[in-house]
């Protein structure tokens, strides 16, 4: 395969934490170990990445402006237009925005398509749907996103919701191909009591590892812990962790609930490894990378029905409704009261994993469509490149 000059372009990469940050750090690694150069662009400011990045190869390009730190955006990218991007995009063969919703990534994919390149865009969000303010602001804003999404050439959805979701906005074609997970660092094998023991746990231990947010619906994790017999280990920090926290005081849990704060990504194997059952129990997800996580870990899961998550664990862990604090609870205690149960799903989702999730399988699908979009795209190349086309 011939090499591509790849860009991956999001205002939400490190340090702010989250799915589209690890799915954009783990897609560039991926993509560098096929032999394609990639550039990592995204704002000013440290990452704490820039020395792995340089290990593996990877270029980092921070885009100057000022970024507002409670939403991590670039303003001076929402105040300029796509050209202010042009002198950074010219040299790429594929631009590949991460998040439909933000500046930096719908402008450079605008730039990218003004100056020829093949220009993609993966979507990774269904936010609208569990807010009326969002839903009225995405009403408001609709010819704005309307117009920013015709850019790319191709839209790829993470989920099944996640498509239907951007369909409102855009007649682009959408591909659906999943999240995938770092089977290298996320897997089975541990030594579950040793891990345990080293931190201070016992009993059985139910994990939540994720931001602390009210669309998570940690709260209703917490109230289930009142019907569990366990540990609920919460790795992940947000505004709310003091709300939580008191939660668990006033339903007098408090005792049996292990608040860790932030916990770093490459400190999460043990934690998977050292628990009993993992539980997401958002109210609104597009997808959930860390049930790939603990799907790759061997851990069985349980997720609720909303989003992309059922697409993700139907058939190899247990879904329940959202904000349903006693069905939580029923399915957390049917695993850790059974370990036929406990393993037959923790198999499950080791297989499913390595099936359909491995960033081997992903990353050749998002490949595959690089090559199409560069072989089919037409129209709106308004500027030429500067220099030779650097595919070779």
Not at 8 to 22: I, M
Not at 116 to 137: C, V
Not at 227 to 235: C, K, P, R, S
Request: charged fraction near 20%; charge should be positive; proline fraction near 5%.
């Amino acid at each position: 395969m011939e090499t591509l000059k790849i860009a991956l372009a999001s205002d939400w990469y490190y340090p702010k934490v989250g799915g589209v940050a690890v799915h954009m750090h783990d897609l560039a690694i991926n993509l560098r170990r096929l032999g394609h150069e990639v550039d990592i662009v995204t704002n000013s400011g440290t990452t704490g990445k820039e020395e792995e990045l340089k290990n593996e190869g990877i270029g980092l390009v921070k885009i100057p402006g000022l970024v507002f730190k409670d939403s991590w955006v670039n303003g001076t990218v929402i105040a300029k237009n796509a050209s202010y991007l042009i002198p950074f995009a010219r040299k790429y063969d594929v631009i590949h925005g991460q998040h439909a919703f933000t500046p930096l990534a719908l402008k450079f994919v605008a730039a990218g398509r003004k100056v020829g390149a093949a220009t993609l865009l993966t979507t990774h969000s269904i936010n609208f749907e569990n807010s009326p303010l969002l839903r009225l602001l995405s009403r408001i804003t609709y010819p704005y996103y309307k117009y920013q999404l015709s850019n790319p050439h191709r839209i790829i959805a993470v989920s099944r919701a996640a498509k239907t979701f951007i369909k409102r906005f855009t007649k682009v074609p959408v591909e659906v191909i999943p999240n995938g997970v770092n089977t290298g660092l996320f897997h089975d094998g541990w030594d579950k009591e040793g891990l345990k023991d080293e931190l201070g746990l016992d009993g059985e231990v139910i994990l939540y590892v994720g931001r602390i947010d009210p669309r998570k619906g940690l709260n209703v994790l917490i109230e289930a812990m009142r019907n569990v017999e366990g540990t609920l280990v919460v790795a992940g920090a947000g505004k709310n962790l003091g709300k939580m926290v008191r939660t668990a005081e006033l339903l007098g849990v408090r005792n049996r609930v292990r608040f860790l704060g932030h916990v770093s990504y490459d400190k999460l194997p043990r934690l998977y490894g050292a628990s009993d059952v993992f539980v997401l129990p958002s109210v609104s997800e597009a997808f959930g990378i860390v049930l790939l996580e603990a799907m790759a870990s061997g851990v069985p899961v349980i997720g609720t029905r909303v989003g992309g998550i059922p697409e993700i664990i139907d058939g190899c862990g247990l879904l329940v409704p959202p904000n349903d604090s006693s069905a939580l609870a029923d399915a957390i205690n049917s695993i850790i009261n059974n370990q036929h149960l406990a393993a037959k799903l923790g198999r499950l989702g080791k297989s499913k994993v390595d099936r359909v999730y491995s960033w081997k399988k992903v990353v050749e699908r998002i490949v595959s469509i690089y090559v199409d979009v560069l072989d089919g795209r037409t129209g709106g190349e308004v500027e030429p490149r500067s220099g030779p086309h650097v595919r070779r």
